[in-house]
């Protein structure tokens, strides 16, 4: 395996294009030395790209935040402005992981990682973050949503990488939260989650919804269905009822060793619910 | 495969070693330096039994590859006392009992270091989710929180 | 062995809470683990596993990995000798595959190397072919007269004909009328119950290094929890004589049973033997789990009658435990002590051993006994909620104590368990309020505890200090308490005394750090060693004051002149005598060597609060108190660490440690990641009470204590979830899908 | 004479009887004396049995004194963790 540390961004998609071996990009590391480990990937590249400029920076751009693709868990949890705005994301981000991994796993990695558990992923897609995705033909942004295509896999061509994710500015009223269930307290895969990202009017009715499920289905997925149950009203037990049915048709998991089709559908269903009466507090309303 | 030479500083000192692209921290502190006291219970971040400190960040030393570290500042379970002088944490972890194999013991010091730089009055629900990450299966974890906090105390006293 | 009167002496340093010895060097990171040392020249093992469940080893082709740079041996089965012994021959293919692989992971084939790289990059090029056969992995599946079958004739001689070639084993115990027991109930309830197999969980890794050469010397450095059960395995599977095998018991990172066997000692040996250098073989966590032993698969059936006042009038079990690959008897262990907390007229266990394709079963913590009092505890909880009664009550009125015949045969004498009772229902736990989807549950515990092969060498040092030579691992801070006795007994300050662990080669046979055995056996080894170096001391100050021996007394650390008959001579200290040994006849020590008995059973109590999430099922314990007999603790700090650490290995069991094998026969969850046990946030507080009931087979009364604390757990938890949900769950691990679907139906 | 209770399954080797009386004084003349007497028991006597003396396990000690008084029960060699 050789280990490269690029000049640029540019000489970085160029030398990833032109490698005929398997290359894979160093961010934190917490999945892709597992994969060494476990003798899952041998690579011959691996590129290391945290020294390169505003990889590990988070500025603050058109009333949102840009976060530099190597930026850790821990680095972005200490950020009392991003936290403030997008909370559901940090938490997320900040649940990957032990103490140990936090200082070192990334929301670009987790979400480039192309896991359907991703604990990143969820609350990134409620809140319509974008990715800046450098290529050897330059530069393209990309919603979050379309990253991941499957178990493991990317839409990313070949020589390009994320350099950045992008979360927007948030409207007033608004607030998000992601939940996730574990079988312990830390240390594992979601076996199912969701993530709620509302935004209400001076009285509190929901006037926008995002809704998204991790752990049910090959990839995260946005149910819109589940955003529309929640528009037009406060979360009342009718709508959130109506919202856990729409996320429970939404699903489409799988049963292993981690938890059972039924299990998943059935704790997706409750933690939407729990989710979206925590980002309806966030965001200002009162039932 | 060619080594590759990598200068660092360890515990406060200039370190050169040469390792391979794909060696991790751990692989580099225990087979090519004999820094042993960073152990390996799983090798893929489970543990924490690896933990060390790389630019004052709390990391598991099997998920950093040693190329990583050039230039980066290192420190171990063998530079925690001072000389002969024990940090608080390993004399309050001796004089309360919270170890009894002791393999985890190095990590959890590590780890408990790096939690109490961070916040100094943590609660014990704090101390838990933060030692998440350190496995140990001979205490129950019950002597080690009570340590912690001892020190904690003792720390923000001195 | 004459047993001591019950000890009602004072205590100057049992029962304090000193220092350990081993406590710097494992706080600074200095203390050698199994890993942790390397030697000149070293070569690095790999060892190759079998992918599959269960297949023949057609052919192994080794030339290509021979053939690759840096490559110094490859060894197969072919490699080692077959012991004899059946026990012996086991391990033997334990370590190294012969003609069949019977489990996912089983050794195959192993390589030394110059380097990890190149050792991993050897293993890819040993070729085998395998023929894969049908598997079988559920123990009530391997029972079935049409199960595949794992190995031809391992059945024991009482096995009934007919039955499945996998049943090996098969045991009953008991006493009484059952027919008419039952019939005197108000109340019968009968159960079914399954538990998963777990692992022991050490977090450090089996590992070794090891030297062997042509004259048939060795050398062998390895975490074990007994170094003198290491030489014997390893020269069985080598053929070479034990004396020419020295091995060294590294510091053990954790073992709970786990390390009582062998498996890459001989591998390592073999490829020293073969290469003429040092090999060092560390496992993966991944091969610690396919590959070491877990504990048994259980599958059982508990009948129990109770009046409608609380009464037990009949109860019966049937275990069927699958201990792996190979014929095992934990289930034995598991029919004696499953009813051993009741005072029962009339009680019948039945136990089976079935064999299945999965790893060899290695003691773990009260081999047998969790599963099978957990499975009793909850129908007796079971019965309590029914007829309405307070479960602590009907245990105390059922509960066996001294005179009780036991349901395992003999007559129990002093036992602690209705005082131990009796603490749990006078503790404020017991009656503390409970909210909403909150539950309490409760379960006693039983282990036999054991003595064993010891010896103790015991040295009086010319500076007046005092050196320990013993033979068993120090898994907890047992080099404390034994520095504690020597201490006590010779009556010199603690800090005087230093206690290590000998190589095989140093001290005498000492049987494996096992069954509770290491304060109570190896501390009465070394009083009698004391007792031996005193009365040594006593002959040569009663040469110097030219009196008779028996006219000197040893008290608090010094000989004094037993009465006005015997003089007026200044006391002598221990320092004083040792300081002229030289002069009155040569250096001063005492030594003891027994096979220790009366080790004396234990009770433990346990009471749990949980929390049930009614909508995902997922358990929280909110507050957990362990209560035992310890006899005497000797360091109170490390008893108080037993009955933490057997506590969460049990919370573990109960909640979501399980072996999840799929439909290929192989292990899905081999890493911490998926095999989970309790971290640090799982958890509250663990609540201890000791009670000391002194032990009369010990000078000091001292009890073993490291194993019971890990059979109630399981029970108490069922019964706190029971209580918290309204739900009787009989399937361990009680994991979040299984605590919803048993709640939502 | 001394009176050994056997465990429940191994009194179909001694016809079915549950207690057996034998000329002993010591653990191994009761073994010796069971396995002559039972030789269906002497696999399990040879693979390893422990005794329990009025309630007190020995698991290997030959040289045990055992007086006609003394409740005498075979039980399974054991191991622990």
Redesign the interface.
Known sequence: MRYVKPESFEAAATLLRDETGISRILAGGTDVLVQLKAEMVEPDLMVDLKHLPGMREIVAEDGGFRIGAAVSGAQLGEHDAVKAMWPGVVEGVELIGSSQVQSRATMAGNLCTGSPAGDAVPAMVTAEAVARVQGPDGVRDVPVIDIPTGPGKNSLNKGEFITSIYLPARPAHAGDCYLRFIPRTEMDIAVSSAAVSLTLDEEGTVTDARIAIGAVAPTVRLVKDAGAALVGAKPDDAAIAAMVRAVEAACSPITDKRGTIEFRTKTAGVLAKRAALIAYGRAGGQL | MKTIPVATTINGDETEFLCHADESLLDVLRDRLGLTGAKEGCGTGDCGACSVMMNGRLVCSCLVLGVETEGAEIETIEGMAKGDTLHPLQRVFLEEAALQCGICTPGILVAAKALLEKNPDPTDTEVRYWLAGNLCRCTGYDKIIKAVQTAAAEMRGA | MAFDAQPTRKFNVVGTRVTRPDGVDKVTGKAAYGADISAPGMLHGRILRSPHAHARIVSIDTSEAEKLAGVKAVVTGADLAMPEDADFADVAINCLARDKALYDGHAVAAVAATSKAIAKQAIRLIKVEYDPLPHVTDVDAAMKPDAPVVQEGRALENVPAGMSQNVTTYCKFGHGDLDAGFAKADKIIERSFKTAATHQGYIEPQACMASLGNDGRGEVWCCTQGQYMVRANCAAALGVEESQLRITASEIGGGFGGKTSTFIEPVALALSRKSGKPVKIVMTRDEVLKATGPTISSSMDIKIGMTKDGRITAARGELRYSGGAYPNFTVEMGAQAAFAAYDLEAVETIGWNAMTNRPKEIPYRAPGAPTAIYAVESVVDELCQELGLDPLDVRLMNAADKGTLSSYGPTFNDIGLVATLEAAKAHPHYTAPLSENQGRGLSCGFWFNFGGNTCVSLNINDDGTVGVVEGNPDIGGSRASISMMAAEELGVPYDKVRTVIADTSSLGFNDITDGSRVTFAVGLATIEAARAAIKEMCRRVAKIWDIDEDAVIWEDGCAKPAGPNAGTHPPMTLAEIAAIAGNTGGPIAGHHEVNADGAGVSFGVHLCDTEVDPETGAVKILRYTVFQDAGKAVHPDYVEGQMQGGAVQGIGWALNEEYIYGEDGRLQNAAFLDYRIPVASDLPPIETVILEIPNPGHPYGVRGVGETPIVPPLAAIANAVSRAANVRLTELPMSPPRVLKAITG | MVRV?L????R??ADGE?WVEVEASNFKELLDALAEKHP?LA??IKRGVSL?L????????WF?KIEPEN?V?????????
């Open positions: 209770k465990w429940g399954s191994l179909t080797f549950e269906g696999p399990q329990a009025d309630g007190v396990i020995y698991r290997e000690a045990t409740e029960i075979l039980m399974p060699y054991m191991v622990g963790g």
